[in-house]
């Protein structure tokens, strides 16, 4: 199968798996260092948490436990390269199936000293997204929403990803360590600038600066890559020497970072500062449940977007071999929603969107599912109860409600448009109405696909336990398609 190639998804994975070892602090957990990391920095990197009381007013539900955050400290350096043999790159995409997540099992305990959210918060989208604690506005019939046990996250989100109205929510606007779902903003920023087919031969400097223990799709210096590669292994791996590769041909990380910040302000995603443009923790670097779904609502009116946010598999340029000819490797796609794991199935319509975990920012998750015409953005945030994929899991429960309750409840509030279109109040009366019309005609905008959304290819993999068992998984499901819109933008 060529570079880059795509196929339908594969069902769960990894079955059967030994223990893992304990993801190293201040590293990125949510893709682990499987292949190659040529030249990462060793800085270590911390998060800043804010703390202040909780209002008492809030219309809220019982808070979840919390556990206190995590220091970062400095991590182990990247792995060695591989060489992208089928059956040494099939040991590792399982060994990174084992470590996809910080811990296998365990529960946290709730801690006394841990941060709670701010007594007043951004107020963009409407006034109570503002205050802290679970809101939801529930008509006669509707179902309840899970209880504190159940979701544990200090934030999420749930909200119709057409209409921009928000179901229910909870601290939404609380800035918290995004961890690599910050990729979707890096992804929206720098996606438009470069057609897919063009390639870019990877210098040693563009592979400078990435933080210990950075999450790697396996990039090899002085080796060329289409920009079709290295969005395939931003989405799917998380890799960082993706990112940092695509920050290169953009100007640099500083000059990344800044467009990053000026298109949150764009997006009015307020709660967000940008230090690094893949998610690694950095001191400041701070989003909310509440950004990362503009993110995402943003990114998706973009069909390349699309295609990668909801690739489970593909496969992955390689080392040259005799006579130039290129390997190839798979990687898997680690958002368990749409490739599934041992312990978690795909969750029926997903089609997408990004994943994330790092010391400081526990696991975060945005995903976008659809069933008949309805589609929900879901975004998780530092589930406090640290089981194996527990942000997946809780993220699902959420979808699960949205869908049986989208009619049954009055919205709490709106994902605002751009700034340029929107005034971010969340008043009826607000200029953003004429926007919020806009917005939902180009996320339904479907070229007469009458509401469907694309059906983007997903892939299947060969996966391996310690380089011994090999075996393939070939099963194909539908999937939704995905929000046609606009990809031009100022």
Not at 134 to 146: D, Q, R, S, T
Not at 258 to 274: F, G, I, Y
Request: hydrophobic share 40%; glycine share 12%.
């Amino acid at each position: 199968m060529g570079s880059g190639s795509i196929r339908r998804s594969a069902g769960a994975l990894f079955r059967g798996v030994l223990s893992a070892p304990r993801a190293k602090a201040g590293t990125f957990t949510d893709v682990p260092t499987t292949f190659c990391a040529s030249t990462a920095s060793m800085a270590s990197t911390a998060s800043m948490a804010s703390t202040a009381s909780t209002d008492p007013t809030a219309p809220a539900a019982s808070a979840a436990p919390t556990a206190s955050a995590a220091s970062a400290a400095t991590g182990s350096a990247g792995g060695a390269a591989r060489n992208g043999f089928p059956l040494r790159t099939a040991a590792a995409l399982a060994a990174s199936g084992l470590l996809a997540s910080p811990l296998l099992a365990g529960t946290a305990h709730a801690d006394p000293k841990a941060p709670a959210p701010p007594a007043t918060m951004s107020q963009i989208g409407g006034d109570r997204l503002g205050t802290p604690g679970v809101h939801v506005a529930l008509k006669p019939g509707a179902p309840k929403l899970p209880g504190p046990d159940t979701l544990t996250a200090r934030s999420w989100i749930v909200s119709d990803a057409a209409s921009g109205k928000v179901l229910a929510a909870k601290n939404p606007h609380w800035q918290l360590a995004p961890a690599s779902t910050l990729k979707m903003l890096f992804a929206d920023t720098v996606m438009p600038k470069f057609p897919k087919n063009q390639k870019h031969m990877v210098k040693p400097a563009d592979l400078a600066g990435m933080g210990a223990g950075s999450s790697l799709v396996g990039i090899k210096e002085n080796l060329s890559y289409t920009v079709h590669d290295l969005w395939l292994g931003v989405f799917l791996r998380s890799g960082n020497d993706a990112v940092h590769t695509l920050s290169a041909m953009n100007g640099g990380t500083k000059t990344t970072v800044t467009q990053m910040q000026q298109r949150a302000k764009e997006l009015n995603a307020n709660d967000t500062h940008v230090v690094t443009p893949d998610g690694y923790d950095a001191p400041g670097q701070v989003s909310s449940a509440y950004d990362l779904s503009l993110f995402a609502r943003a990114g998706l009116k973009n069909a390349d977007f699309r295609e990668y946010c909801s690739t489970a598999s593909a496969q992955f340029p390689g080392n040259e071999g005799k006579g130039g000819k290129r390997a190839t490797f798979g990687i898997q796609n680690t958002n368990r929603l749409l490739s599934g794991d041992y312990d978690i199935k795909p969750y029926p319509g997903i089609a997408g969107v990004k994943n994330g975990s790092t010391t400081n920012a526990g696991s975060t998750f945005t995903g976008v599912a659809q069933r008949g015409d309805r589609k929900l953005l879901v975004t998780v945030m530092n589930p406090q109860k640290k089981e194996h994929n527990e942000a997946y899991k809780e993220a699902a429960k959420l979808l699960d409600w949205g869908f049986a309750a989208a009619d049954k409840v009055d919205p709490v509030g709106r994902l605002v448009g751009p700034r340029s279109e929107d005034d971010g109040t969340g008043a009826e009366n607000a200029k953003g109405k004429g926007a919020h019309e806009s917005t939902q005609a180009a996320l339904n905008s479907t070229g007469g696909a009458d509401g469907a959304w694309t059906a983007v290819g997903i892939g299947s993999g060969v996966l391996a336990l310690l380089g011994i068992v090999a075996f393939a998984v070939h099963r194909r499901r539908p999937l939704p398609e995905l929000l046609r819109g606009r990809r031009d933008r100022k």
